[in-house]
């Protein structure tokens, strides 16, 4: 429960600083450009609030390895996430990187995940696909695809809704 209310509330910290500090960052961060098929926004919108999950997400880790210190997975876990994030900031702040790159990064660190936390999807309870998962590297592709389609599909919902970092 710690570690929840932990990542709560540094995220919510995170967001208002975000927000509260909008002049000293938006030349970077906010998207001025208005123009587009899935820009729909009146004002420019900041585009960073993945930062403030990614705040929480840290800090709830920490919390928990500073109860569990053997507990290494979750260590694990924030490098497999490394790529993803990495790539998401560049793209906010530059505005430069193309969907191609980011959904490759995305799945290099779905990959990541599957090899080295054995985060596979290995079973749907159809009959005919969990037999299919059983072949070795399926189940991984399968959770490759689901992770990184997933990520581009929130990615799509929080550039229309912004709630990764609401106002």
């Not at 924030?78 to 993803?84: F, G, Q, R």
């Not at 070795?136 to 997933?150: D, K, N, R, S, Y």
Request: aromatic share 10%; hydrophobic share 50%.
């Amino acid at each position: 429960m710690s570690g929840l209310l932990t990542a709560f509330i540094s995220s919510f910290i995170a967001t208002l600083l975000i927000i509260r500090f909008e002049g000293l960052h938006s030349r970077f961060s906010a998207d001025s450009n208005l123009d587009g098929p899935q820009k729909f926004h009146k004002y420019s919108v900041s585009r960073i609030g993945g930062v403030s999950i990614a705040i929480g997400i840290f800090a709830a880790t920490l919390m928990r390895l500073k109860n569990n210190p053997l507990n290494i997975e979750e260590l694990i876990l924030l490098v497999c996430v490394i790529p993803t994030f990495a790539i998401g900031l560049t793209e906010d702040l530059t505005k430069r990187v193309g969907i191609k790159t980011r959904l490759i990064f995305t799945a290099i660190a779905a990959v990541m995940a599957a090899t080295y936390l054995g985060a596979q999807i290995t079973r749907l309870d159809i009959s005919g696909v969990d037999y299919l998962f059983t072949i070795p590297g399926v189940a991984i592709l399968f959770t490759v695809f689901a992770i990184t389609g997933l990520s581009n599909a929130y990615n799509i919902i929080d550039g229309f809704n912004w709630w990764a970092s609401s106002r």
